[in-house]
Each structure stands twice: as C-alpha cells, then as structure tokens.
C-alpha cells in the first residue's frame, strides 16, 4: 500500500488549471464579470533554460491568474516563438491545456513520473528558481500533466 501512495506523491498538491486563449484581455474580462478574479497579469520573457521536446526552445507567454478557492486559474496567450501552446490552439483551439501540481523536489518527481513512462515535453527553469515539468499525458483525457516547483522565498 506504501508503494501505492509514494506513486501517488506528485499529484496531491494541486496548484493551477491552465487554459490556453487567443486573447488574453478579453478572457480575463469575461471572467472577471462572472466574479472570478483579481488576476495578476505578467510576461514570461525572461532569459530562461527552456527545452521542447527535448531541444532548447524559446518564447514569450502573456499570462493572467487568479484564485479560485484553494487552486489558480492560469490563462495563458502565446506570444512569440514556438510553443506547444500555440500546437494546441492550432490543433483543439482554445481550452484547458493542463493541470499542475505543486512539488518540493522536481527532479525526483520528474524521476518517478518518468520511470512510469511519461515523456517530458516541455521543461521550464527561471532564473527566480522556480522551474516546471510538462509531461505528455494527452493520449488518456487530452490533458497535459505539469510539475511546478516555485521560487524560494526570503
């Protein structure tokens, strides 16, 4: 049964649903009038160590989020460079492209995940430490599976 469990380890601190728009404004203000928010609105263009599909990649992300009791609400606008968001939007159009988990250790986590048979597809490591693992669980659900490990604060 302990077996079990310690599988079971990455997914129990749910962190954020991320959904994949066109128009970042204009999503934000249509949740915004059902009551959702404040969002925290920011650019991802910061010189990062990023790699898709194994290779080193790089772009830029607009994105918004909010709580939404204990979890977040990621929505997010590609913006410039390849990414596998924009591969989504072009193939399902917009929509919930993953679920994340909060982890302490990423690499241990991305250990277990893999030794399971999960592939790494996206691998993300800013330079405020917060790194995050996207694994590629689409072919069950159409969901991707994301590990995020924050930034250590002061």
Do not use: W
Request: hydrophobic letters at 40%; charged letters at 30%; a negative charge.
């Amino acid at each position: 049964m302990n077996e079990i469990n310690q599988d079971k380890l990455p997914f129990e601190k749910f962190d954020h649903v991320g959904l994949v728009v066109k128009d970042l404004d204009k999503t934000i203000e249509y949740y915004q009038s059902l009551g959702i928010g404040p969002f925290e609105k920011r650019t991802i263009d910061t010189p990062a160590d990023k790699t898709m599909y194994g290779e080193p990649t790089d772009f830029k992300l607009i994105i918004g989020t909010a709580p939404m009791g204990p979890i977040k609400l990621e929505i997010i606008q590609p913006s410039e460079g390849a990414t596998l968001l924009e591969e989504f939007l072009e193939s399902k159009g917009e929509g919930i492209n993953h679920i994340a988990f909060a982890v302490e250790d990423l690499e241990k986590e991305k250990a277990k995940l893999m030794m399971k048979g999960l592939k790494v597809i996206l691998t993300i490591k800013l330079p405020t430490g917060a790194e995050c693992a996207y694994f590629d669980t689409r072919q069950v659900g159409g969901v991707i599976m994301e590990l995020v490990k924050k930034a250590q604060t002061a």
